[in-house]
C-alpha cells in the first residue's frame, strides 16, 4: 500500500539547520509532484513547497524562500526538505504529501494531496 | 490571514446536512481545481475531494464538493459523531505560484 514517512525533525537551536526526509513506497514516486506542508501547534495547515515529478520545478511559500531548499532522488524513493537558519516561527509539524499529479507548472501545480506521512515535529527554541 | 476564506466553525445535529464554503479570487479557486481535506484530533490530513468535486475512493457520496466561480463549498449529509474534525479547502494561486488552504473549519456535530 502507499506509505510516506517523513523524519529528521527535532528540537533545534534559532539559526540553525535540518535536513527532513520523506521516504515514498507503493507508488511510483517517479511520477508525481511531491510537496511539504507544515502546522504550527494549534494552527492551520500552511504549504511550504513543490517539487515536480522529475525535479525541474520548484515552488516556495514566501514565508520560507531563500532559507528552505526541496529536492527529490527518485533512484530512492526520497523526498527532501533542507531548513536552513531556522527561526521560532518556524516550529510546527511538516508533513509529507503525494500530489495526484505530476505536472508542475508556475500556473498549475496543485490536483490534491492525496498521501500524507504522519508527521515529524520541529521545534526551533533557544 | 489566509489566501482562503473558511468559516472558523460550523455545527449542526446528528443525521443533518452541513456546509462549509471556502472563498477565494480568480487567481486561485477561479481558475484551480478545489481539493478538501478532513483533519481528526492528533492526525495527518485526509484527502475528501479533488477536482473541485470528485471523491477519492473509500469517501462515501454523503460527502459532495461543488465550485462556482471563485468559491467552492463542501457539503456532508447525515453527519455523525465521527464527522467532528477540522476540514480544510486547498489549491494553486496561479498569480503567487503558490499552494494555498483556506484557515480551516471545526465542524462540531451537536
Known amino acids: 500500500q502507499v506509505q510516506v514517512v517523513e523524519s529528521g525533525g527535532g528540537v533545534v537551536q534559532p539559526g540553525r539547520s535540518l535536513r527532513l526526509s520523506c521516504a515514498a513506497s507503493?507508488?511510483?514516486?517517479?511520477?508525481?509532484?511531491m510537496h511539504w506542508v507544515r502546522q504550527a501547534p494549534g494552527k492551520g495547515l500552511e504549504w511550504v513547497a513543490v517539487i515536480s515529478y522529475d525535479g525541474s520545478n520548484k515552488y516556495y511559500a514566501d514565508s520560507v524562500k531563500g532559507r528552505f531548499t526541496i529536492s527529490r532522488d527518485n533512484s530512492k524513493n526520497t523526498l527532501y526538505l533542507q531548513v536552513n537558519s531556522l527561526r521560532a516561527e518556524d516550529t510546527a509539524v511538516y508533513y509529507c504529501?503525494?500530489?495526484?499529479?505530476?505536472?508542475?507548472?508556475?500556473?498549475?501545480?496543485?490536483?490534491?494531496?492525496?498521501?500524507w506521512g504522519q508527521g515529524t515535529l520541529v521545534t526551533v527554541s533557544s | 490571514q489566509s489566501v482562503l476564506t473558511q468559516p472558523p466553525s460550523v455545527s449542526a445535529a446528528p443525521g443533518q446536512k452541513v456546509t462549509i464554503s471556502c472563498s477565494g479570487s480568480s487567481s486561485n479557486i477561479g481558475n484551480n481545481y478545489v481539493s478538501w481535506y478532513q483533519q481528526l484530533p492528533g492526525t495527518a490530513p485526509k484527502l475528501l475531494i479533488y477536482?473541485?468535486?470528485k471523491r477519492p475512493s473509500g469517501i462515501p457520496d454523503r460527502i459532495s464538493g461543488s465550485k462556482s466561480g471563485t468559491s467552492a463549498t463542501l457539503g456532508i449529509t447525515g453527519l455523525q459523531t465521527g464527522d467532528e474534525a477540522d476540514y480544510y479547502c486547498g489549491t494553486w494561486d496561479s498569480s503567487l505560484s503558490v499552494g494555498v488552504f483556506g484557515g480551516g473549519t471545526k465542524l462540531t456535530v451537536l
Open positions: 477536482d473541485n468535486n
Open positions: 507503493g507508488f511510483t514516486f517517479s511520477i508525481y509532484g
Open positions: 504529501a503525494k500530489d495526484r499529479g505530476g505536472y508542475c507548472s508556475s500556473t498549475s501545480c496543485h490536483r490534491g494531496f492525496d498521501y
